[in-house]
């Protein structure tokens, strides 16, 4: 008979008046095992293309040796390791039954001059869930994987989530053709780190398929750490518009034209920069941002002719984001129409929301109320590879605090009472999904999406 590890009885909270967690309400080897993830990210951070920073891209001999040490402690955790065909590294551990397997992971590229947890944490999280199960010798009902994708930075190629879009068949003919920055392309990467780049178009003889796809995840932002809270369920990775606006007036001599006689791009870039920031502020949930701006030519005595900009506009609920977006191209029209300037205005990207699934998200918010800790969904602003995996199989995220919100920056940092309580949560998430699968034939018999088992095709 299939035996849960035991559940402990009501516990008290869990949560300091300071944020921090108390460990003495944690399973007495949840810092023990948290511990040993800090070490291993700790570890893992050795492995840099640059000696002064950690810098990890795709196809590189850094990734190959952090590849190596995970694989290392994927198989003491119990697991047989391969490499398919771009370099993602994969651990299985075997279920009571065949089937497709249960995906947990997350990523080991970075990028460059990065923190030690963004990806690896999520790795190293699911790898000591799984080595739980075999010190006590417990198979679930369903197989586990864990999934170290080679690229989801793009740092090298410019293109991000390599490694999950080649696992659902989602490559294109022109990404083997993209070129690094020495020349080199994609598909000689490929070879060069051990894979096979003329598998990589055929999702037939690359087909991957598995249930449900589960990932833990440093939060990058200070949401969590506001609140006080060590973990966070993830609602929706939120939907993406990048628009490329310009502003066009006429340059002129800085000494020469009167201001009643300027048309300057500059001050009506300036108003919609302000523009941006209330409606954004209006609009709950929403996050919009102008991250870059030019004036030019650019000289201190020039009137500016052309100011070009780019606007981030993000938001869990699509709708909101493009209402959103079409209330800003009004405001930069009524804007540019009072100063008697032109408008350039371009979608550059429209990245649909990417909803968690309800019924494994619910199961991961029961898993963190057990260990003691509230229960806060929020979504994530961030891309990770459940937004690519989310074409084929239900998702769901985990966020752990993280120190000041900082991220991609050598700064980024989590603590060991955090990340013991992450593994807590996934541990007791096992165990709810094994219960589930046992009152029923498979991993959807929870409600998880039907087409779950569907290959790539
Ligand atoms: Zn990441």
Redesign the pocket.
């Given at each position: 008979m299939f035996r849960f590890w035991p559940r402990r009885g009501p516990t008290a909270p869990t949560v300091a008046a300071d944020g921090s967690v108390l460990p003495g309400s944690l399973p007495s080897d949840a810092l023990t095992r948290g511990q040993r993830v800090m070490e291993r990210c700790n570890l893992l951070a050795r492995h840099s293309e640059e000696a002064d920073r950690l810098t990890r891209p795709y196809g590189t001999p850094s990734l190959r040796a952090a590849q190596n040490d995970v694989a290392a402690w994927m198989r003491s955790a119990g697991m047989e390791t391969r490499q398919d065909a771009i370099g993602n590294l994969i651990g299985s551990y075997p279920g009571r039954h065949s089937g497709p397997p249960l995906l947990l992971g997350?990523?080991l590229d970075t990028v460059r001059d990065a923190g030690r947890f963004?990806?690896m944490l999520g790795v190293l999280v699911a790898i000591a869930v799984v080595e739980h199960l075999h010190q006590r010798n417990e198979r679930l009902p369903f197989p586990v994987e864990v999934v170290a994708f080679a690229d989801?930075?793009g740092l090298r190629f410019h293109t991000a989530y390599l490694g999950s879009r080649f696992l659902i068949g989602a490559l294109d003919s022109t990404v083997l053709a993209l070129r690094d920055e020495a020349g080199v392309t994609l598909q000689e990467a490929v070879e060069v780190f051990g894979g096979n780049a003329s598998a990589l178009l055929f999702p037939d003889s690359v087909s991957y398929s598995f249930a449900g796809y589960v990932e833990c995840?440093l939060e990058?932002g200070p949401v969590l750490e506001h609140l006080q809270l060590p973990v966070g369920v993830v609602s929706a990775i939120a939907g993406q518009s990048r628009i490329a606006v310009a502003f066009s007036g006429q340059a002129g001599h800085a000494g020469t034209v009167p201001m009643d006689l300027r048309r300057d791009p500059l001050g009506a870039a300036a108003e919609f920069v302000l523009a941006v920031e209330e409606a954004a502020r209006e609009c709950e949930g929403a996050v919009a941002t102008v991250g870059q701006i030019a004036a030019e030519p650019g000289a201190s005595n020039v009137i500016p002719g052309r100011v070009p900009l780019t606007l981030d506009v993000r938001h869990q609920d699509d709708v909101q984001r493009h209402e959103l977006c079409r209330h800003l191209e009004t405001e930069a029209r009524a804007i540019a129409g009072r100063r008697a300037i032109d408008l350039g205005w371009r979608i550059v990207e429209d990245q649909p929301a990417v909803a968690c699934d309800p019924a494994l998200t619910a199961l991961l918010a029961d898993a963190v109320a057990a260990t003691g800790c509230p229960v806060h969904q929020l979504p994530s602003g961030?891309g990770?590879d459940a937004v690519t995996l989310s074409a084929i199989a239900p998702v769901a995220m985990l966020f752990v605090r993280c120190v000041r919100g900082i991220s991609h920056h050598p700064d980024e940092s989590v603590s060991l009472e955090d990340t013991a309580v992450a593994i807590d949560a996934l541990d007791r998430f096992m165990a709810g999904l094994a219960q589930k699968q046992m009152a029923g034939p498979d991993l959807q018999a929870g409600g998880c999406a039907e087409d779950a088992r569907a290959g790539p095709e």
């Open positions: 997350s990523h963004d990806g989801e930075e995840h990058q961030a990770h």
